[in-house]
């Protein structure tokens, strides 16, 4: 598709797939430039592009849609800044809000969309649906009290870590250094011994990253509101939920091994259903104002 390489071929690429509108997500297998993308490169499979589109579905955009997933935020931000200059056009991105609304600004336009927390593993990976999924894997009716006391211990515990490690990571970002985020969320927990996060493995963290950033480091707004559990990597919360489900079920019932990508799948299903029975506010307002510049009815 070499005619994609002009701003007209990225605008026409919907009609290719018989699509209202093209729409780019991170994700995927691969990490690709803005040239792959004009290329008419896309990565073949990614969560990230699953979640978008059922969520847009759930919350009212029921026309086709072409998804295609390039895996880099940085291309993202690329064509982010296409659609503002009037370059593109039947074009949308839905990327992770990350910490871009803390450190650095978020684009605004109804065709730049994106999730309500730091990625969609803050939305999915929630206490509410945590306790839920163990309840569907333990086959419970009513949650014993020793079950209910050690979700909610492993929440509140995490909230008091969480609301530091959130500020810290704005810190570390102010001079574009990453924090937790530039590592995996399960090297914080280990659901088969503790449904809790590792404080060893946090110092450890700290003490490896702090002769990266410049001292004094300036403490963000007091005022700021960052929620341990929307604000922080999303990866991290993953991880903590992951944790809880195992420690849970190898603790209370006689799973010991819980394959993560069906785990996966399974949280991302009941968020679906949550939010087709009951609509979410944020997700339904973008949706609807996408709808709205693209002269669709919601």
Same mark, same amino acid.
């Given at each position: 598709?070499?005619?994609?390489?002009?701003? @007209?071929?990225?605008?026409? !690429?919907?009609?290719?797939?018989?699509?209202?509108?093209?729409?780019?997500?991170?994700? #995927?297998?691969?990490?690709? @430039?803005?040239?792959?993308?004009?290329? #008419?490169?896309?990565?073949?499979? *990614?969560?990230?592009?699953?979640?978008?589109?059922?969520? !847009?579905?759930?919350?009212?955009?029921? +026309?086709? =849609?072409?998804?295609?997933?390039?895996?880099?935020?940085?291309?993202?931000?690329?064509?982010?800044?296409?659609?503002?200059?009037?370059?593109?056009?039947?074009?949308?991105?839905?990327?992770?809000?990350?910490?871009?609304?803390?450190?650095?600004?978020?684009?605004? *336009?109804?065709?730049?969309?994106?999730?309500?927390?730091?990625?969609?593993?803050?939305?999915?990976?929630? %206490?509410?649906?945590?306790?839920?999924? =163990?309840?569907?894997?333990?086959?419970?009716?009513?949650? &014993?009290?020793? /079950?209910? $006391?050690?979700?909610?211990?492993?929440? +509140?515990?995490?909230?008091?870590? #969480?609301?530091?490690? +959130?500020?810290? $990571?704005?810190?570390?970002?102010?001079?574009? /250094?990453?924090?937790? @985020?530039?590592?995996?969320?399960?090297?914080?927990?280990?659901? %088969?011994?503790?449904?809790?996060?590792?404080?060893?493995?946090?110092?450890?963290?700290?003490? $490896? %990253?702090?002769?990266?950033?410049?001292?004094? !480091?300036?403490?963000?707004?007091?005022?700021?509101?960052?929620? &341990?559990?929307?604000?922080?990597?999303?990866?991290?919360? %993953? +991880?903590?939920?992951?944790?809880?489900?195992?420690?849970?079920?190898?603790?209370?019932?006689?799973?010991?091994?819980? &394959? =993560?990508?069906?785990?996966?799948?399974?949280?991302?299903?009941?968020?679906?259903?949550?939010?087709?029975?009951?609509?979410? $506010?944020?997700?339904?307002? =973008?949706?609807?104002?996408? !709808?709205?510049?693209?002269?669709?009815?919601?």
């Amino acid at each position: 598709m070499a005619f994609l390489r002009t701003e @007209s071929g990225l605008s026409n !690429l919907r009609l290719f797939y018989d699509s209202e509108i093209v729409i780019f997500t991170e994700g #995927g297998e691969r990490s690709l @430039s803005i040239a792959d993308v004009e290329g #008419g490169a896309c990565n073949q499979s *990614s969560i990230d592009a699953v979640f978008w589109r059922n969520v !847009l579905r759930a919350s009212g955009y029921d +026309a086709q =849609i072409e998804f295609r997933p390039v895996g880099s935020k940085s291309t993202l931000n690329i064509i982010c800044q296409k659609i503002l200059d009037g370059e593109i056009e039947n074009v949308a991105i839905a990327a992770d809000r990350d910490m871009d609304g803390v450190v650095g600004g978020v684009y605004q *336009s109804p065709r730049i969309m994106y999730t309500k927390g730091y990625s969609w593993e803050n939305d999915v990976f929630t %206490k509410e649906l945590t306790q839920k999924q =163990i309840e569907s894997m333990l086959l419970l009716v009513n949650v &014993p009290a020793q /079950v209910q $006391e050690t979700i909610e211990d492993a929440y +509140a515990n995490f909230e008091v870590i #969480g609301r530091h490690l +959130a500020r810290i $990571e704005v810190l570390f970002r102010q001079q574009g /250094v990453r924090f937790i @985020s530039e590592c995996g969320g399960e090297r914080f927990f280990n659901g %088969k011994k503790s449904p809790y996060i590792d404080k060893g493995q946090i110092a450890k963290l700290i003490n $490896e %990253k702090k002769t990266l950033v410049q001292r004094p !480091l300036v403490s963000p707004n007091p005022q700021l509101d960052l929620c &341990p559990l929307m604000s922080n990597y999303g990866k991290l919360i %993953k +991880a903590l939920s992951i944790a809880v489900i195992t420690y849970v079920c190898r603790t209370f019932g006689d799973i010991k091994s819980i &394959p =993560i990508d069906m785990l996966t799948s399974s949280m991302l299903e009941r968020f679906i259903r949550k939010i087709e029975a009951s609509a979410d $506010e944020y997700y339904t307002g =973008i949706t609807h104002d996408l !709808l709205s510049d693209l002269g669709m009815q919601s």
